[in-house]
């Protein structure tokens, strides 16, 4: 005995059963990522009582993604009484995404600043690209979002769609993708010089490069996925579409950033802070030679994490092999006679850090 009605279009019901499955999917994800997570967030963010900008974002991030995720699984899945139910869960998850959204700006531009700080130009023009993305997604989406029409689903399909009513939602997709680039441009263009100098330790500018281009990557894949499922309708595009992948693959890969530059930041003790070389040598001396004697070993380090992390009552275990010193002005100059790329990056080094910071 069928128990499904005969005027059921069996299709659209296995393709609604999909995209329940694929929502659930996503939000699975983004617990298991929070919950892989957790312990970076404890060690590296909540135990440090200095509460910074990144700080706070980070936490917001976490929270929001959380939240918008079990949204978007909620107009998948929940059986509406009202058009006015579907409506006001509609708008809570578009706020949710505009806070996700302008984190993502954030975090790429302090990148930018940093490396690109004192070229106002620049600066002033990826700023304003900056702000049209999200204007853009503001009121471009959220105008659409207000005149398009709301639609209840009937057992056995289940959860809600909004009808979106607009011929110019591309530009927000446009400006998104022009944004990413532009970002990862320029890191790129100012990163990649410093992070491939050669005997030369660059961490911060390194995880800079790295984390930008597999951001970048990630994020512009799973965009044009979703461009694609919406102007090339195939029989998934209702599936991705209404899950909204690119919003949680931008929060999850924002929230390793923050979590790899902290890291990067807090952990590493033999680096030194920035000082007006923006240089540090640390000298570690080998113990294998049986006859006792100690040959030093310098190490150039570009764009460190920022700040001496030794304290005076473990500082004998963290330095027990090495030392670390700061270089003069006669030191930054006899290290650098063989990388004539260097010195100009040395003033972007401490530009960088203090960025960041």
């Keep these: 005995m069928s128990l499904i009605a005969p005027d059921v279009d069996i299709p659209a019901l296995k393709t609604q059963i999909d995209s329940k499955r694929f929502s659930l999917a996503i939000c699975a994800w983004v617990f298991y990522e929070i919950a892989i997570t957790s312990d970076d967030s404890m060690n590296l963010f909540w135990m440090h009582k200095r509460w910074t900008v990144s700080k706070v974002l980070f936490f917001i991030n976490r929270t929001t993604i959380m939240l918008t995720v079990v949204t978007i699984t909620c107009l998948n899945i929940v ?3 009202s058009d006015y139910h579907c ?9 949710l995404s505009i806070i996700i959204i302008s984190i993502v700006a954030f975090t790429l531009a302090s990148r930018v600043y940093a490396l690109w700080k004192g070229k106002y130009i620049v600066l002033t023009i990826f700023f304003l690209v900056m702000a049209a993305n999200i204007s853009n997604y503001l009121f471009i989406y959220g105008g659409a979002l207000y005149k398009g029409t709301p639609l209840v689903s009937q057992p056995p399909f289940a959860g809600c769609a909004f009808v979106l009513k607009s011929n110019i939602l591309w530009i927000v997709f446009a400006n998104t993708l022009i944004f990413e680039a532009i970002s990862i441009s320029l890191i790129v263009y100012r990163a990649w010089p ?57 929060a999850l890969a924002v929230n390793r950033l923050f979590i790899r530059l902290q890291r990067a930041m807090v952990i590493q003790p033999t680096t030194t802070e920035f000082n007006g070389t923006g240089f540090s040598i640390a000298k570690y001396y080998s113990s294998d030679d049986t006859s006792g004697s100690r040959a030093p070993r310098a190490i150039v380090t570009i764009g460190g994490t920022g700040r001496i992390r030794a304290r005076r009552h473990h500082q004998d275990e963290l330095f027990s092999n090495g030392s670390v010193e700061l270089c003069t002005t006669g030191d930054v100059h006899a290290a650098t006679t063989r990388h004539e790329g260097i010195p100009n990056s040395i003033s972007t080094a401490g530009k960088i850090d203090n960025g960041i910071k």
Excluded at 203 to 230: H, I, N, Q, R, W
């Design 79 to 81: 059986n509406f009484d």
């Design 194 to 250: 410093i992070a491939r100098q050669r005997d030369v330790e660059t961490p911060l500018f390194s995880l800079l490069l790295e984390d930008g281009v597999g951001y970048f990557l990630a994020f512009t894949a799973s965009k044009l996925f979703t461009v694609g499922a919406m102007y090339v309708p195939t029989p998934i595009s209702f599936v991705v579409l209404s899950s909204y992948p690119s919003v949680a693959v931008a």
């Design 87 to 95: 409506l006001v869960t509609t708008w809570v998850e578009f706020a």
